[in-house]
């Protein structure tokens, strides 16, 4: 499978890891930042929901 043809989710995770390489940052760095980020995208998603 291609990357164009796999979904959406892939293409971006992709992507992602493609930038964090680039910029060369520690490994330990990226985890932290991307446990934030996972943080506030639970909480936009949280508040996406009906109650």
């Known amino acids: 499978m291609s990357l164009e043809q796999a979904p959406k989710e892939v293409q971006l995770a992709v992507d992602l890891i493609e930038l964090l390489e680039n ?8 985890l932290k930042a991307l446990a934030i980020v996972e943080r506030d995208y ?3 998603v949280r508040e996406q929901q009906p109650y």
Do not use: D, I
């Open 23 to 30: 910029h060369r940052l520690p490994p330990e760095l990226v």
């Open 42 to 44: 639970q909480r936009k």
